[in-house]
């Protein structure tokens, strides 16, 4: 865990300027609504919309040379992959995606649009990860797990680096939690700078992989079923370095329900003018549902991607 927190400690320091320090803003009406201060950690503004630029950016700037020329393979719903993409282009590391054909349209163009080559396949994410990393292997090349990779994880940290400068009174932060990279990253970091804030891991009721394998103690298959949080949706890598992370950081875990999950797409939409993805919601909605524990207390929210409705949105004005 030292050594983890050192190498977020590093990221922080190196990835400005290409990475953005996101606002942390407070929200009257979600505050006024809960009883809780609530702040929003604005990952949804970050380079591609989402907090996966950080952990993408970390990585490749941590590359051989000999692995930069050679380029990297990665597996994403969207997100991952159109951070990755923006990564390798700045630092001029080719790049390829793999992804499910039931991926986002809209979230696959914009993976091509940022320069990657991808490549489509008829499977669920997980078999789509496993086979990315099958073939990186065939290929030599380097595999850039969305979350399965310390110094990606590192990368994902910087948000909780953050989170302490901007409000370091904190008394808890609630993350949605796909592959557990995210949280697992900004846990170290708070768990050493803010021992006292609370880590609470939020899932959709419907795709609840890492939030089983944590009941259970340890991975095991779990049957998910559609959900509008497609960025956390997906099953656990076998050995992923992320659950015993959890089992380790986090303090609580909530479960919501797509209905809630809409209600908080719309909460955010209507009171802070911002169009949210599914993933970003069920932090809300966690938090929404936990409010009566953290009557009067400091919570931060992170907002971790913007919504594919915004996408369309600009391609139609195009």
Request: with cysteine; glycine share 10%; charged share 20%.
């Amino acid at each position: 865990m030292d050594e983890l927190f050192l190498s977020i400690e590093a990221a922080h320091a190196a990835l400005r300027p290409q990475v953005l320090v996101t606002p942390l803003t407070y929200s009257n009406a979600l505050s006024a609504s809960t009883g809780c201060q609530v702040l929003l950690k604005c990952e949804h503004l970050q380079h591609t919309g989402s907090f996966k630029f950080r952990g993408a950016s970390n990585k490749l700037r941590l590359l051989s040379p000999a692995d930069r020329r050679h380029g990297v393979i990665t597996a994403s719903s969207g997100n991952h992959g159109q951070a990755l993409a923006l990564a390798g282009r700045t630092l001029d590391v080719p790049v390829t995606v793999y992804t499910s054909r039931d991926a986002s349209a809209y979230k696959r163009q914009a993976i091509s649009a940022f320069g990657a080559d991808l490549r489509c396949l008829d499977a669920d994410p997980l078999s789509v990860e496993l086979e990315a990393a099958r073939q990186a292997k065939v290929e030599g090349k380097a595999f850039v797990s969305p979350y399965n990779d310390l110094e990606v994880i590192a990368g994902q940290g910087t948000i909780g680096m953050e989170l302490f400068e901007q409000a370091p009174d904190l008394d808890a932060v609630f993350v949605a939690v796909g592959g557990g990279g995210m949280i697992a990253g900004i846990g170290a970091a708070l768990r050493r700078l803010a021992p006292a804030a609370r880590i609470i891991g939020c899932w959709p009721a419907n795709a609840p992989s890492m939030q089983r394998a944590l009941e259970a103690g340890e991975i095991i298959d779990v049957e998910e079923t559609q959900t509008l949080s497609d960025g956390t949706a997906g099953g656990l890598e076998p050995g992923s370095i992320t659950f015993p992370l959890c089992q380790r950081l986090l303090h609580d875990t909530v479960l919501v329900s797509e209905d809630q999950i809409k209600a908080a797409m719309r909460d955010i939409a209507a009171s802070e003018r911002w169009i949210i993805e599914g993933a970003a919601a069920v932090a809300v909605a966690g938090m929404r549902k936990l409010a009566s524990e953290y009557q009067g207390k400091k919570v931060a929210v992170v907002l971790c991607g913007r919504n594919i409705v915004l996408e369309k949105f600009l391609g139609a004005l195009a």
